[in-house]
């Protein structure tokens, strides 16, 4: 992956042992975070699901049985030790700000594409298998934040509005908010066509060839998008300046990952930030 300049990858903190103890060996366990804060992302494994949602999917409206998500939806919820607030994604740039009635079992998902928690133990999660997943966290946890930015969301500017809330809510610069980003497609696996380069402002007649570099051997009018490079270009743009991860891609690990550009239909991770009770 490439990093843009002038956004430095933010070294790896571990998180506390108790954590490390419930999270799943295999999950990720976003680095550079404050030590107020806990995060966590879910791979495939350590669920309840048959193929071709096996194992870990936490989606409700990809086709599995429900008993087995609302189980997979209970041990990811222990495993964090927090509870997650799920929404109702629609790859667009609305943020809502989660307060203790969205933690309750029967709350009605929010239609949105970012969430932002201020108060401890609500943990903002979006879903993904193949879009890439951002985490935020304001100085001394004072605010957290969840972001699901495919293509369309991050030209919609859902990065840029998660941002602009999270520093209101936490009262601080975007040069103090931590970024992580998590596994999403890669640079060698996500074709777009030219519709995706002119929604981010590139000509297509000369693109810059490490954020779309022409598709060798493919067809014309196709070309390599590097998603995690492209949430960076934004994030430094909005004066962000520690952001870390976006080393994985959800396409090229069968086995870990979900990823519907690969499989069809399958499985949803999650991945969430909590302030820690």
Known sequence: MHAAAGVREHPAQPLPRRDLT?????????????????????TR???ASSAPWDGMNLGTAVGDDAAAVARNR????????????YLKQVHGARVVHLGLQDAQAQAVPHEADASLASEPGIACTVLVADCLPLLFAAPEGRAVAAVHAGWRGLALGVVEAALHALCEAARCDAGDVRVWLGACIGPRRFEVGADVLQAFGAD???????????????????????LPLLARDRLQAAGVRAVSGGAWCTVEEPSRFFSYRRDGPTGRMAAAIWIRR
């Open 74 to 85: 209970g041990a990811f919820a222990q495993a964090i030790g927090a509870t997650p607030v």
């Open 22 to 42: 419930r999270v799943h060996p295999d999950w990720l366990r976003p680095e550079g975070l404050p030590p107020h804060v806990g995060a966590a992302m879910s």
């Open 45 to 47: 494994q350590g669920g």
């Open 204 to 226: 297509p007649a000369r693109p810059d060839p490490l954020r779309f570099a022409p598709r060798a051997g493919g067809p014309s009018g196709k070309w390599l998008a590097d």
